[in-house]
């Protein structure tokens, strides 16, 4: 059984960092890719970032610089280092797998990911 535990949301100011963390079970990271996503009320989820399984990333051009994607193994869980948050960063974010058959963090579409965590909420205050 597939599941995955995002946590480590906040609220932080206009500048400042979060570290947000996906605790996987029921499968191991040699065969899927663990995406981020973030949804505002009203508005479409958005890719944020993936990593494959093979290690590389990928990152929406939004947070480019800023954001970093990256993985533990031993702990089963993936990790989104956010450094210079800004106001519209605001919103809840979610981590999702997908199997990784090509072995690429790219394209972040949301209808490729079937596993999802529940949503951790990022408020950036300006």
């Known amino acids: 059984d597939v599941q995955l535990q995002a946590s480590g949301g906040g609220l932080v100011q206009a500048g400042g960092s979060l570290r947000l963390s996906c605790t996987v079970s029921?499968?191991?990271?040699?065969?899927?890719?663990i995406g981020w996503f973030r949804q505002v009320p009203g508005k479409e989820r958005e890719g944020v970032s993936c990593?494959?399984?093979?290690?590389?990333?990928y990152y929406a051009d939004s947070v480019k610089g800023r954001f970093t994607i990256s993985s533990d193994n031993a702990k089963n869980t993936v990790y989104l280092q956010m450094n210079s948050l800004k106001p519209e960063d605001t919103a809840v974010y979610y981590c999702?797998?997908?199997?990784?058959?090509?072995?690429?963090?790219?394209?972040?579409?949301?209808?490729?990911?079937?596993?999802w965590g529940q949503g951790t909420q990022v408020t950036v205050s300006s």
């Open positions: 990593i494959s399984s093979s290690g590389s990333s």
């Open positions: 029921g499968f191991t990271f040699d065969d899927y890719a």
């Open positions: 999702a797998a997908r199997p990784d058959l090509f072995r690429s963090p790219a394209p972040i579409l949301e209808a490729m990911f079937g596993s």
